[in-house]
């Protein structure tokens, strides 16, 4: 009686340890026939002025995309547009000058429909904390013989912008001799606000996140091209639905709002 109970209690452990090994098998199987959540990425390349926004819109969309990895490549406009006619992969293009943007529509590189004007922001002349009781205007720089930080003019288009200004003021042959030029207007506001060079010229925006330095004057908006920030979908982008939704995200009154807290015009 006792080996037919044993028996049994045998038999019942191998049923057992079967079944269980079976469904073990089974659920590794179906993990592995389960596909994984696809991540997807973009390329955004922006103009080096709007990074600190950008950064914390991008923040807020990953989190509320957990999905979707965004990469940003930020830098002086003509060079951003020099990239992507060269075949960099990018997705989004977000330009400080209307030029940039119309010379890469003007070459078939954008996704028809998907342009749109974002921003507008303003130009100013700034100063290292050396020169606040020494230079109080843009005038002030007639005199000459004062160092002045200014983005490339052939890749920032702050740099335009400063150009055509002193040019419309009449003082282009005295600044340009004491020009020295950055690879984008990030680097001339650093320049500037270590004391490493006594002035420059940014976007008022930029001159918000001056710690040493100051504002001296802000251009008079008729002595420049309107500053408007465009952006568009770059024909060739990998994932041309995420790409709408972001550039549609940059619209939304949350994207708006950051936008304005670093010194953008809507």
Request: glycine letters at 8%.
């Amino acid at each position: 009686m006792v080996k037919k109970i044993l028996g049994i209690l045998l038999s019942l452990s191998i049923i057992v340890l079967t079944t269980a090994c079976g469904s073990g098998k089974d659920a590794k199987e179906a993990a592995a026939e389960k596909p994984a959540t696809e991540q997807k990425e973009l390329t955004v390349s922006i103009a080096a002025s709007t990074k600190n926004a950008i950064d914390e819109i991008v923040k807020n969309y990953e989190t509320e995309n957990p999905g979707v990895k965004i990469k940003i490549n930020s830098g002086g406009s003509g060079t951003l547009e020099q990239q992507i006619t060269g075949g960099a992969p990018v997705d989004i293009f977000l330009s400080a000058s209307k030029k940039n943007m119309d010379n890469l529509e003007e070459k078939g590189f954008l996704l028809e429909g998907t342009r749109q004007d974002l921003l507008k922001n303003s130009l100013v002349l700034i100063g290292s904390s050396d020169v606040k009781d020494k230079i109080k205007s843009i005038e002030d720089l007639k005199a000459g013989g004062i160092k002045i930080a200014l983005g490339e003019l052939n890749t920032v288009p702050a740099g335009k912008y400063a150009k055509q200004a002193f040019e419309k003021l009449g003082m282009w042959t005295e600044i340009e001799k004491e020009a020295i030029y950055q690879k984008d207007v990030t680097a001339v506001l650093t320049i500037v606000d270590s004391g490493e060079i006594e002035t420059g010229v940014v976007y008022s925006s930029d001159a918000l996140t001056l710690k040493n330095g100051f504002i001296i004057e802000e251009f008079a908006a008729d002595t420049h091209d309107p500053i408007v920030y465009p952006a568009a979908i770059i024909k060739e982008a990998k994932n041309k639905e995420e790409a709408e939704k972001f550039l549609k995200y940059l619209q939304n009154d949350a994207s708006k709002e950051i936008f304005a807290k670093y010194g953008f015009k809507l």
